[in-house]
């Protein structure tokens, strides 16, 4: 027997997560090969490189654009313009205002000018990497002339501000330096880092910040989860505001998360994660808020012009899709007025192989081939191998317009408008247990049926032959849908700052609208028995009496073919008020207060077209069989998860053909159209919140106390269930609700010495119920008499947390880092199914209620470090452990959302020509709802991705990006073992030209 022996330094790793172990050690191995160097900054002398790095500061002209503002600012846009590694204490240059610098200078000129009047001098140093300068106090003329300042003699009891400029590396030095100085715990990543990574939107950048995780279940990241908590409990603010959001898929709903894939990418100047809270920042998330921060026209240069076209191909779709976005930036010559817009177009053709079973929560009586009946038994309502293709137009437009005419106001006029066009072609060859077979008066008997047990101590159906060779048992389900997403934000946000106040206020609308336009199934079916069986890994059938590639083989086209036409809607009306003042005390830095108003509203609204098997047209429709309007047949679907009794091959219709022969049989009468008021619904939602916090700092010591109260009013609408009367008829239902909610806040971080920092916080924090489960609507299942509703009287989430750290800037861009995380959450929202009076009848009904709560712990780790000759590293693995009881208290359930495992781990080579990152994801099992008695689970996930630029001018840049370069698939099944949803979306491979001027 062959052995392999681990190092003892990886033996902490599970056995159940040695997947990890091989990229764990490729990112863990340069730190060997290339140790940590002590920081450049504390070794500055005059080298030969720092010599001629002097020379060129001196005489070396550039034109400079920097208009009066504060000096602080003013610094940081001198050292972009400048290119150089810029160090100084914010603190030394409060109300410290700059002149004006405009024209070519030398760098040692330009920086002195901005420094005059100031009491304040600098000195260079050498960075390692070039010019360095730090901005200290002058010193009298009496004293001797200081010997060039390093951070390691810089006073310990404040921070440094350090800016930076191009280049990877540069780009992560900024995000460090923002996560360094806040006295709360964030992480950032700007547009620059965003554009080294092969993320084609912000969620995928997203996932590389410790503690985010993200939804692929479309193939790209969409939704966002983070410290385990589910993405309807966490905000994605856009300039610290709500962006409305929607989805299109008929089995999505309106949510208060956000819809990631409507966001393009270039409207990004940096993404903060805020993990604890503030009290001036918005409430509403209890595992962290995400704030998108986009690009201001007199951040830019005077004119700036970016051109980007590219090419996507999908190994599994055999597609090409080109891509093409254009940013202009313009300013006065007096830098204070200026104009950006942007125009991003976006086609994507994706195709998805899934094995897929539905499940409900359903009871069915099972009988073999010798009589015995098994009661009470869960099934499938169906399941088969699913083809999906989709052809996606994104088109995102952004004006911006600011106006800086002094140094005392700032206004920034904010537009965005994203459409989202959708064409989707779904098939899917089904059989169906539980929606026919067994559902059949008598049902169908089974020979030898496969029983697995629930987590609830009941059985599922996992396996036997569906017998009566008579009745329908193969579907062909061909879903054809046009659907759409647009979203609009208009934003207004003023700043005055005069004396020690500054003050802001900010106000806009924003709205997004998402559906379809059409939904349609069209079904046919085929008598036959079927042997099935489902385990952990496949999903096998046998169509025992007919051909699934014969398409004269499925000779019914069902009745229950429908369309859909649905729209959600979501609208938001927010304005807000912040004051600020700076004080001259030796503990309080600095006083806030403000207010915000928000006024919400959402609504859903569907149209249904169902077959009137009345009219003529259905006498001839019915006897429609596939062979009519077939197209090809389907590619080998699946390779990635099917074994030799999976179905990956079966007859597909033709979309021309099912317009030319189906639809005019419909506009004579086959189908017809109705409101369906058992759909609608409509919440409105006010709320009301104020603030006052306090910024302050004693020695080392630094922090921002704080209280958030929020006051929320909710109004939902839908009409009342009367199963005895006509459904157009029905009486509204309208439910009030109003809650009011204290959210205190400590922030604390001390400075143990000029790398090494602790982090403690505190909060308490609340996240308001999702829309779906505040609809007072009631709906009937004809078929089972089982209903679905929600509650209107919902509390929402609340949560108590702590948050302890400990970080080490070991480097010019470098940490070592871990946090611990705690949270207690005292509130939850639970499924219930209980037995309910409705119109006189007893129903069984599952509503949401608030349950016992939750307990999250966690750690994060953090490795972020430049190597020597251009290599350096991004690492950070989260383990969070996150547990709810059940609803009825009976056993202890995973938390939907959560992962317990996840590493971010990327390499990357930076040089004047070449950049390339390699990155490489893994996300443990996560967890999702319970239905038919288990959880459902996602297994394990890892992806690798890959990019490569090639600076071929400097204007003209050439990139290449690989995602999901093993071709990873995505495993749902659940906790008994029934496979769920097995996908396979495929790599996906992108060359583009990017061009500035």
Do not use: C
């Amino acid at each position: 027997m062959k052995v392999t022996y681990a190092p003892a330094w990886l033996s902490f790793i599970p056995p159940a997560t040695l997947g990890l172990r091989l990229p764990l050690l490729a990112v863990l191995l340069p730190l060997f090969l290339f140790p940590p160097a002590t920081s450049a900054l504390a070794e500055a002398g005059d080298t030969h490189g720092a010599a001629l790095s002097k020379h060129r500061f001196t005489t070396e002209t550039i034109s400079f654009a920097l208009p009066a503002q504060p000096l602080y600012q003013a610094l940081t846009a001198y050292a972009q313009q400048a290119g150089l590694q810029l160090f100084f204490r914010r603190e030394q240059l409060l109300n410290i205002e700059a002149v004006e610098i405009d024209g070519a200078f030398s760098r040692r000129q330009a920086l002195t000018r901005l420094l005059e009047n100031s009491n304040l001098d600098f000195q260079i140093g050498d960075g390692g990497e070039g010019m360095t300068l730090v901005i200290f106090p002058s010193t009298d003329d009496k004293q001797p002339t200081p010997q060039p300042l390093t951070v390691a003699e810089a006073p310990n009891h404040l921070p440094i501000e350090e800016t930076y400029v191009t280049g990877v590396r540069s780009t992560l030095r900024q995000s460090l330096a923002v996560k360094r100085n806040s006295n709360h715990i964030v992480d950032v990543t700007t547009s620059a880092d965003i554009g080294q990574f092969p993320d084609r939107n912000v969620a995928d950048a997203l996932q590389r910040i410790p503690g985010v995780s993200v939804d692929r279940i479309w193939g790209e990241g969409r939704d966002v989860n983070i410290r385990g908590t589910d993405k309807d409990i966490n905000r994605t603010l856009l300039n610290g505001q709500q962006v409305a959001s929607a989805y299109w898929w008929a089995n999505d709903n309106l949510s208060r998360g956000f819809n990631y894939s409507t966001l393009a990418s270039q409207l990004v100047e940096s993404l903060e994660v805020h993990k604890t809270p503030r009290a001036d920042l918005d409430e509403g998330s209890i595992g962290g808020t995400v704030i998108v921060r986009t690009r201001k026209p007199l951040d830019l240069p005077a004119a700036e012009l970016r051109v980007s076209l590219e090419q996507q191909y999908n190994d599994l779709a055999e597609t090409l899709a080109p891509q093409i976005s254009t940013l202009g930036s313009w300013k006065n010559h007096e830098r204070t007025f200026g104009i950006l817009a942007s125009i991003n177009w976006q086609n994507r053709d994706s195709r998805r192989d899934g094995l897929e079973t539905f499940a409900d929560n359903n009871f069915y009586s099972v009988t073999d081939q010798h009589g015995q009946q098994t009661k009470d038994v869960y099934a499938v309502w169906g399941g088969g191998s699913a083809l999906f293709q989709q052809q996606r137009t994104h088109t995102t437009g952004n004006l911006t317009l600011q106006w800086a005419p002094d140094e005392h106001w700032n206004t920034v006029l904010n537009l965005v408008d994203s459409q989202v066009d959708i064409e989707n072609s779904n098939h899917n060859f089904l059989f169906s247990p539980g929606g026919y077979k067994l559902s059949e008066a008598p049902p169908a008997t089974v020979t030898d049926p496969i029983f697995i047990p629930t987590d609830n101590g009941k059985k599922i159906l996992a396996g036997g032959t569906l017998n009566n060779a008579d009745s329908p048992g193969a579907f062909l389900d061909s879903i054809q849908r046009q659907a759409y997403i647009d979203t609009q934000v208009y934003d207004l946000d003023l700043h005055y700052r005069g004396g020690r106040w500054e003050n802001h206020a900010q106000f806009g609308f924003t709205r997004a609208r998402g559906g379809t336009d059409h939904d349609r199934l069209y079904r046919f079916s085929g008598d036959t028995r079927v042997h099935f069986r489902l385990d952990r890994d496949a999903l096998e059938t046998d169509y025992l009496d007919l051909d699934p590639q014969d398409p004269a083989a499925l000779d019914n086209f069902s009745p229950v073919s429908r369309d859909w036409i649905r729209a959600m809607e979501n609208r938001e009306y927010y304005g807000q008020l912040d004051f600020h003042r700076t004080l001259e005390s030796d503990w309080i830095q600095r006083l806030a207060f403000g207010l915000k108003l928000r006024d919400l509203q959402v609504e859903n609204h569907l149209t249904t077209g169902t077959i009137d098997t009345e009219s003529d047209a259905w006498k001839t429709l019915k006897n429609l069989g596939l062979d009519a309007v077939n197209g090809p047949l389907s590619p080998t679907l699946s390779t990635a998860n099917a074994n030799a009794s999976t179905l990956t091959r079966y007859i597909l219709t033709d979309p021309q053909h099912l317009q030319s022969v189906i639809h005019p049989l419909y506009a004579e009468g086959a189908m017809s159209y109705a409101y369906d008021p058992s759909a609608y619904f409509a919440i409105g939602e006010q709320s009301l919140a104020g603030y006052v916090s306090a910024d302050f700092e004693r020695g080392p010591w630094h922090g921002d106390i704080g209280l958030r109260v929020v006051q929320t009013r909710q109004v939902a609408r839908a009409y009342q269930p009367d199963i005895s009367d006509d459904p157009q008829s029905l009486p509204m239902n309208r439910v009030e609700n109003h809650y009011r909610d204290a959210l205190p806040n400590l922030n604390l971080r001390y400075q143990l010495n000029d790398q090494l920092m602790a982090r403690a916080a505190v909060a308490k924090v609340m996240a308001r119920p999702n829309f779906k489960d505040l609809t007072p609507n009631i709906i009937i299942e004809p078929t089972s008499g089982y209903g679905t509703a929600g509650n209107p009287q919902l509390d929402p989430y609340r949560a108590d947390q702590l948050d302890l750290g400990l970080e080490w800037y070991f480097g010019n861009a470098s940490l070592l880092s871990a946090t611990a995380f705690f949270k207690d959450i005292s509130t939850f929202v639970y499924p219930h199914v209980d037995l309910e009076q409705i119109n006189g009848q007893a129903l069984y009904i599952t509503r949401p209620r608030n349950g016992p709560g939750a307990d999250i712990r966690g750690l994060e780790l953090q490795w972020q470090h430049d190597f020597a000759k251009g290599f350096g590293t991004l690492t950070n693995y989260t383990y969070t452990n996150a547990r709810v009881p059940a609803a009825d208290d009976s056993r202890t359930l995973n938390l939907p959302g959560n992962s317990r495992s996840q590493l971010n781990a990327s390499i990357y080579y930076e040089s004047e020509k070449l950049n390339g990152r390699l990155g490489y994801n893994y996300r443990s099992r996560s967890y999702g709802e319970i239905i038919a008695g288990s959880q459902s689970e996602t297994a394990p996930y890892r992806q690798w991705d890959a990019s490569v630029r090639w600076q071929l001018t400097p204007a003209l840049s050439m990139t290449m990006d690989a995602a999901n370069l093993t071709g990873e698939v995505i495993k749902i099944r659940s906790a008994s073992g029934i496979p769920q949803g097995f996908y396979q979306h495929g790599r996906r491979l992108t060359m583009g030209l990017k061009w500035q001027l």
